[in-house]
Structure formats: C-alpha cells, structure tokens
C-alpha cells in the first residue's frame, strides 16, 4: 500500500497542492500556521473520508471556497494502481471515486488506504472518553478480521432498533419486540466481544513487545471490560433479559460491547491520571505502533502513519526508539516539524533516504530528495 502522488485542492490553506511523496520517509517542515497539519489531513480524508479534527467540512474547506477536493494515485497492498478521489461540499455531501467509479461506503477508501494518524487530537484516546478507545480496537478489527465490519453494523442497527423502543412504551408489543432485538443484540454481541478479547490479548503482546525492543520497559498495559458484568452474566442474553425492565425504565441500552472500555494503565493507575504530557504522547505512540505491529503480523499489512508534531514533547531517547520501529516496519510516513532542526538526529540517520517538503503559506516552496 502506497500513495504515490497527492493532488489537494482547497483544504484549509491549501490551495492547490501538487506532491510526490517517498515511499518510506517523508518529512513536512514550516512555520507555524504554513499548513503542515492540514497536508496530513487531506491525507488522512483520501484515506478514510474524514478529518481526524472536526467532523465539519465547512471548517476544513478553505474560505470563500464551496468544495474541497484531494485526489491521490495509490499503490494497493497487491501492487494495483487506484486513482481515488474524494470531494466534500460545505453541506458536508462527500462524493468518493475510486478508478472512476462512485463509491459510498467510505470503508473502501479505508481498506484501500489504512492510515494511523498522530495528531493533537489523537490524546483523547488517553485522555478522553470510552468510545475514543472502543473506536481503536474497532479500527484493528476492521482491517485484520475481514467479518468484523459487516458484526459491527448488524450489532448497530439491533442497538438502534431495541433503543427506539425503548423509547416507545412499555406493553406486551413492546416486550415481544424487545425479546427479538435482545437476541439480536446478544448474537451480533457475543462475536464483538470475541473479536475485540482476541485483539486486546495481541495488541497487548505487541505493545509489551514494542516497548520492549525499542523504548525500553514501560509500566503500560490494557484491561477490556466487556460493557456487561460477565461475573455475574456469563453471556450477553442472560444480562440483556434479566434487565429488561431496567432498560425500559432508564429508556436506552445499558449493557453490551458499545458500553465496553479499554483502560489504559500505566503502573497501578489511568495512564490518563498519572502520565506527563509527553508520557502520554509515549502511550499513544506505543498504543498506535503495537497496533502496527499487529496489522503487520495477522495481515501483513503496513498502514500509512501521519505524524504531526511527532518530535515535540519527546526526549531524544523515545525519538530514536520510534525512529527505530519504523525503521523496523517500512511504513509510509508522514513527520511534521517546525524546521528541519527539530527531526532528531535519528530520524536523518536511519532514513537518509527520504524527501523533505517545506510548506510556506500553504504553498509548497521546496522539495529535497536525499
Ligand atoms: N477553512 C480555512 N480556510 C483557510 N485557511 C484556514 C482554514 N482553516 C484554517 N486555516 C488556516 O490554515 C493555516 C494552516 O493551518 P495548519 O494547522 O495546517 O498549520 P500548521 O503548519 O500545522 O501550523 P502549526 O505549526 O502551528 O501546527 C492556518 O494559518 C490557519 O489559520
Ligand atoms: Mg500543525
């Protein structure tokens, strides 16, 4: 997998944007504002149909503009070439084109493309709430089990389902309808949280195996709770009807995988609770890479990896650990910084082979192979 050119229209300060990118290391310097995170971004929506910083396409259409466009040339992981195309008007209707084709599950540009970004954004997956982590595993899940999506979707409309009627009442119609969504829930369910223990037990080993071999142990590991108490409810269905009336009185679904957690620890507390700023950046970067590791494995499969930012906040010593692992694992990559100075001295050494792009302006005004 591979993107081989780059063409942006319109997003944020970009223009209009032109670049052939490395097939392993690209670096993305300039000043503050020039428009470094916003090339990762229309990166990142021909990659999955979305920005990783607002869900509002009028935010990321650039002023006085009414559509965003970003095309790119890829590489699929048998070697076929693809062009994909993806547009976005300021109502937020996206139109995808793959070889000239509409799409409209934006999941085929995800399959295409799998790319991991690291952004400002990317600390609510320490910091922020439940679902920042469920989507994580989900994300694993979609690209290493090849069912997982079509589970995930069947598991959605039950919820939806049950969750209208929920809302509905309370009588005997109600209660049989109820009855059916509840097995549903449960079936579709019962294969989530197969799927996500299994994947938990491998990110784990490859997160103790990341931190390991390239930034030296860390007291980091991951707990799943399944969203029900399986003490007490060895399965779903028996939690689901011994709290029907429970349900029905607090009027939503209470128990199942969309009410699971990831807890991240780190020693005996929440990596959110206990870690320094650039403590959490290390979990995410260890997180995010043992998930690399993972896709490399089970599928072999390397995802496209934006940095932003990537050495701020690090020490030298963790810089060169992730310098290692990418090394380590060829993926594509991005890595924004303010100037050329502020890549580590690893990054130079273990990728002399690489292209540089500077953006001024949202403009790019200089391309250095080495
Ligand atoms: N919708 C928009 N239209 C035009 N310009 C925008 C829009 N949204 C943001 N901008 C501008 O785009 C510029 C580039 O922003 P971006 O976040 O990409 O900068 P950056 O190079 O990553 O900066 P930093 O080093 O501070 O992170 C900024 O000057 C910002 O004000
Ligand atoms: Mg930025």
């Known amino acids: 997998m591979l993107l081989k050119s780059l063409e942006v229209s319109h997003v944020r ?3 209009s944007l032109k670049l052939l990118p490395h097939s392993t290391m690209n670096f993305v310097v300039g000043p503050n504002g020039s428009g470094k995170t916003s090339l990762l971004e229309a990166i990142y929506l021909l990659a999955s149909g979305r920005s990783f910083r607002t869900p509002l396409a009028r935010k990321i259409i650039s002023h006085q503009q009414s559509e965003l466009t970003v095309f790119g040339e890829i590489l699929d992981s048998s070697g076929i ?4 195309g993806i547009s976005k008007g300021l109502d937020g209707d996206t139109l995808v084109r793959i ?5 409209e599950r934006m999941s085929d540009l995800a399959t295409l493309l799998p790319a991991i970004s690291i952004d400002a954004s990317s600390f609510e997956l320490v910091d922020g709430g439940p679902s920042e982590r469920r989507h994580l595993l989900d994300w694993g899940l979609f690209h290493v089990e090849h069912d997982f999506l079509e589970q995930w979707k069947s598991y959605q409309v039950a919820v939806k389902q ?14 049989k309808q109820l009855a059916h969504w509840n097995e549903q829930q449960a079936v579709w369910g019962e294969k989530i949280q197969a799927s996500r223990v299994r994947y938990v037990d491998a990110l784990q080993l490859a997160l103790h195996r990341t931190t390991a071999h390239y930034v030296g142990t860390l007291p980091l590991s991951l707990e799943y709770r399944p969203g029900w108490n399986r003490a007490t409810y060895p399965s779903l269905m028996e939690c689901l009807s011994a709290n029907i009336n429970a349900e029905l ?15 991240i620890h780190w020693g005996a507390g929440l990596a959110r609770d206990v870690c320094s700023r650039g403590q959490k950046k290390l979990v995410l970067y260890a997180v995010r890479l043992a998930q690399v590791m993972t896709l ?13 930012d990537m050495p701020a906040e690090l020490d030298d010593h963790n810089l060169h ?8 694992y060829p993926c594509q990559t991005f890595i ?14 273990l990728f002399q082979d690489h292209r540089m792009f500077h953006v001024e302006h949202g403009q790019l005004i200089q391309t250095i192979s080495a």
């Open 321 to 328: 650990s992730i310098a290692r692992f990418l090394r380590d």
């Open 249 to 263: 009185e607090r009027q939503a679904c209470c128990y199942g995988p969309h009410k699971a957690e990831l807890l």
């Open 336 to 349: 924004t910084a303010i100037h050329g100075q502020a890549l580590s001295k690893a990054l130079f050494e």
């Open 81 to 84: 070439a693809h062009r994909v």
């Open 99 to 103: 070889d000239g084709v509409r799409r």
């Open 162 to 175: 049950k969750a209208t009627l929920l809302r509905t009442g309370n009588d005997s119609h109600i209660r």
């Open 296 to 308: 490399f494995e089970q599928r072999k499969l390397v995802p496209l990896l934006l940095l932003d």
């Open 13 to 15: 300060n970009l223009q």
